[in-house]
């Protein structure tokens, strides 16, 4: 069983900057060419889930169009840890963001809610103007 969890949400205002990371632990990390892809998604109240970036463990990424140019994703294989940097944050930004894995490496099943088999916790991220 493979766990997640998130940390570096809190509260910035607009314009600013948080990093958000996760760690992977359980059964996760054995295999690093065909390691489970890693993911992040948000939601905000009354809004449903929504893929914001997603990364397999040969770097490859995928990243919503709505952070495009300002949240980049990276991906530490050796320490099964994945982080998003998310510069010039919006109010609209704000929300609540869960790390995310599947069970198949292809970066793509990390970008759709129904693909993912593990959840973490969710950290929430405020933006004030």
């Known amino acids: 069983q493979v766990q997640l969890a998130e940390s570096g949400g809190g509260s910035v205002e607009a314009g600013g900057t948080l990093t958000l990371s996760c760690a992977a632990s359980g059964d996760f990390g054995f295999d690093p060419p065909n390691d489970p892809c890693l993911g992040w998604f948000r939601q905000a109240p009354g809004k449903e889930r929504e893929h914001v970036a997603a990364i397999d463990s040969n770097n490859n990424a995928m990243i919503a169009d709505s952070v495009k140019g300002r949240f980049t994703i990276s991906r530490d294989n050796a320490k099964n840890t994945v982080s998003l940097q998310m510069n010039g944050l919006k109010n609209e930004d704000s929300a609540m963001y869960y790390c995310?894995?599947?069970?198949?490496?292809?970066?793509?099943?990390?970008?759709?809610?129904?693909?993912?088999?593990?959840w973490g916790q969710g950290t929430q991220v405020t933006v004030s103007s």
């Open positions: 995310a894995t599947s069970k198949y490496s292809w970066v793509g099943y990390c970008r759709s809610a129904e693909s993912i088999d593990i």
